[in-house]
């Protein structure tokens, strides 16, 4: 089993990057992300599923 270790420098490193990926016209960007991460694995399922009926 994995541990990890939760200390006071851990918990900064993530609110930095919290706070960084908050400021970034949030909202826009992230649900483009979200959106293209769909896109992909829509478009990898369906390839996936035709390659099996050929």
Do not use: A, F, P, R
């Not at 900064?12 to 896109?39: A, G, P």
């Not at 996936?48 to 050929?54: H, I, L, T």
């Amino acid at each position: 089993m994995v541990s990890i270790k939760i200390n006071d420098d851990l918990i900064k490193k993530l609110k930095d990057k919290w706070l960084e990926i908050h400021t970034l016209d949030t909202d826009k960007k992230i649900t483009h992300i979200i959106i293209e991460v769909i896109k992909k694995y829509i478009l990898n399922k369906g390839e996936k599923s035709s390659q099996k009926d050929q």
